[in-house]
């Protein structure tokens, strides 16, 4: 049972910038897909950023040019660094791992609170 533990998260200002981790409890040598996903109030839970199985990347529009994704295999560590944050960006943020197997598992971290306001 793969854990994923996320910090980062916090109050920023509009334009401010925090850099969010998602550390997995072991080495993932299967293949799998692993990113970001965030929950606004009310509304549904939406993918952010992610690296598929191939190692590429994918963003949300809403964050191109403002969110990278990256990853660190020694650390077991994946990063998203959030530049120009917005109002908008305010929500719980969710790491997800999904194991390529057959079936497949996925495996959520327990959020972290990101709050962008004056």
């Known amino acids: 049972q793969v854990q994923l533990v996320e910090s980062g998260g916090g109050l920023v200002e509009p334009g401010g910038s925090l850099r969010l981790s998602c550390a997995a409890s072991e080495s993932i040598f299967s293949p799998n897909a692993m990113g970001w996903y965030r929950q606004a109030p009310g509304k549904q839970r939406e993918l952010v950023a992610m690296f598929n199985s191939g190692g590429s990347t994918h963003y949300a529009d809403s964050v191109k040019g403002r969110f990278t994704i990256s990853r660190d295999n020694a650390k077991n560590t994946v990063y998203l660094q959030m530049n120009s944050l917005k109002p908008e960006d305010t929500a719980v943020y969710y790491c997800?791992?999904?194991?390529?197997?057959?079936?497949?598992?996925?495996?959520w971290g327990q959020g972290t609170q990101v709050t962008v306001s004056s």
């Open positions: 997800n791992l999904i194991l390529l197997l057959v079936p497949s598992r996925d495996y």
